[in-house]
């Protein structure tokens, strides 16, 4: 049974930071693909950044620039480092692996 569980989440300030963390278990991420994705209110879930097993890091338009995807195979663990937030970023963050979701992590961005 694969689990995915993500984690930091949270309130801040627009121009703030967060860094999420996705640690997998039931499968190692080391030879899989990565994503996160994120839902926000009253709209569908759209992609953000993906991982894959060679390196290659690939980031939707609109977090390039200020969103980076990690991750740490020893752990089992994806990150997702978000800078320059915005309140448009204010969303539910999931992690993925394939047909595998996490059940998400709440972002909000907000003076």
């Known amino acids: 049974q694969v689990q995915l569980v993500e984690s930091g989440g949270g309130l801040v300030q627009p121009g703030g930071s967060l860094r999420l963390s996705c640690t997998a278990s039931g499968r190692s991420i080391a030879v899989y693909v990565m994503g996160w994705y994120r839902q926000a209110p009253g709209k569908q879930r759209e992609w953000v950044a993906t991982?894959?097993?060679?390196?290659?890091?690939l980031y939707a338009d609109s977090v390039k620039g200020r969103f980076t995807i990690s991750r740490d195979n020893s752990k089992n663990t994806v990150f997702l480092q978000m800078n320059s937030l915005k309140s448009e970023d204010t969303a539910v963050y999931y992690c993925?692996?394939?047909?595998?979701w996490g059940k998400g992590t709440l972002v909000t961005v907000s003076s």
């Open positions: 993925n692996s394939g047909d595998f």
């Open positions: 991982s894959t097993s060679r390196g290659t890091r």
